[in-house]
């Protein structure tokens, strides 16, 4: 017997559709969202829009403002260049105690990127890039570093949309992974620290 769909379910598609939009630049930053126009397009109630809406509000992925429809932010190079600035530290942090070991969720993430098809949207390839990145720093045991980490979560999610026209070749970025992994492991810690910082040294306006 199929149970009715909970109106929890119909919130979590709808910010599931609209979350894969925004990681794939179909949504550009400032493109607002109505509340009305979603619920037409997608024959769901406004109040499920809403509830969809603030999901992603709370990720970081949406913005929302008083009087404002909720949008998707504007992420410059410059936020960008900062947020490269914090995150270095931190992913040098997983580099020296990571060193010298495989990371299993790590390849496993590596491994699901490599299996997507050409036609994958990119929001395929943001979300294994982010679960590889945070594998590597919840492998370091360190709840504290993986909060610190996690607050950057959005904005690098938002920052990754821009590679999709960089890596217009997805197994450029699939081997890149892997040596980045391959550093790791290997080690010894002042090598693996290295590989990290040159794989993160790369401007948003390429690769990295």
């Known amino acids: 017997m199929t149970l009715p769909l909970r109106p929890v379910s119909t919130v979590g598609a709808l910010a599931d559709a609209l979350r894969s939009r925004v990681l794939s630049g179909e949504i550009p930053p400032g493109t607002p969202l109505p ?121 690098t999610r938002l920052g990754l949309v821009r590679l999709r026209e960089v890596y217009t070749d997805r197994d450029v970025l699939i081997a890149e992974h892997r040596d980045l992994l391959d550093a790791i492991a290997e080690g010894p810690a002042d090598s693996a620290r290295a590989a990290v910082a040159a794989h993160l040294s790369h401007s948003w306006g390429g690769r990295h």
């Open 35 to 155: 509340e009305q126009e979603l619920a037409a397009s997608y024959g769901v109630a406004r109040p499920t829009v809403r509830e969809a809406l603030a999901v992603l509000v709370h990720e970081g992925l949406l913005r929302r403002e008083r009087n404002r429809s909720a949008y998707v932010p504007e992420v410059t190079i410059s936020d960008l260049d900062d947020l490269m600035y914090v995150r270095r530290p931190l992913e040098d942090l997983m580099a020296g105690a990571v060193a010298g070991r495989r990371v299993p969720r790590a390849e496993a993430a590596l491994h699901r990127m490599a299996a997507l098809p050409a036609s994958a949207p990119w929001s395929e390839s943001v979300a294994e890039h982010m679960a590889l990145h945070e594998a590597l720093i919840e492998a370091v045991g360190s709840p504290r570093l993986e909060r610190l980490y996690g607050v950057l979560a959005a904005e």
